[in-house]
């Protein structure tokens, strides 16, 4: 089992950056394909990237291809998601979430057991 604590959450004009960071605490972090899903108010929790145990492979939601970058470092249990080029519609609260033996295109929130908290990210226009 695996907890998952993020933070780097904030407000940032649009065509800013931040980053976010998921602390993870527990045993064999660095089995777990690792993602980052978003809920905006008032709708549903979407997925906005994924990366594979090892880091070799990543997959995005075209929503944030070439502007987001996912990543991770296995040896201090963190992942992170550096976000550029931000936009108002990017506004959401941003969750990690991870699982043992999925595929960097499992992209259903259902696919994930464990969760962070959440941290929330606000575009201003």
């Known amino acids: 089992q695996v907890q998952l604590v993020e933070s780097g959450g904030g407000l940032v004009q649009a065509g800013g950056s931040l980053r976010l960071s998921c602390a993870a605490s527990?045993?064999?972090?660095?089995?777990?394909?690792m993602g980052w899903f978003r809920q905006a108010p008032g709708k549903e929790r979407e997925f906005v990237a994924a990366?594979?145990?090892?880091?070799?492979?990543?997959y995005y939601a075209d929503s944030v291809k070439g502007r987001f970058t996912i990543s991770r470092d296995n040896g201090k249990n963190m992942m992170y998601l550096q976000m550029n080029s931000l936009k108002p519609e990017d506004t959401a609260v941003y969750y990690c979430?991870?699982?043992?033996?999925?595929?960097?295109?499992?992209?259903?929130?259902?696919?994930?057991?464990?969760w962070g908290q959440g941290t929330q990210v606000t575009v201003s226009s």
């Open positions: 527990g045993r064999a972090f660095s089995s777990y394909t």
């Open positions: 979430a991870g699982g043992l033996g999925l595929l960097v295109t499992n992209n259903k929130e259902y696919e994930y057991p464990y």
């Open positions: 990366i594979s145990w090892s880091g070799g492979s990543t």
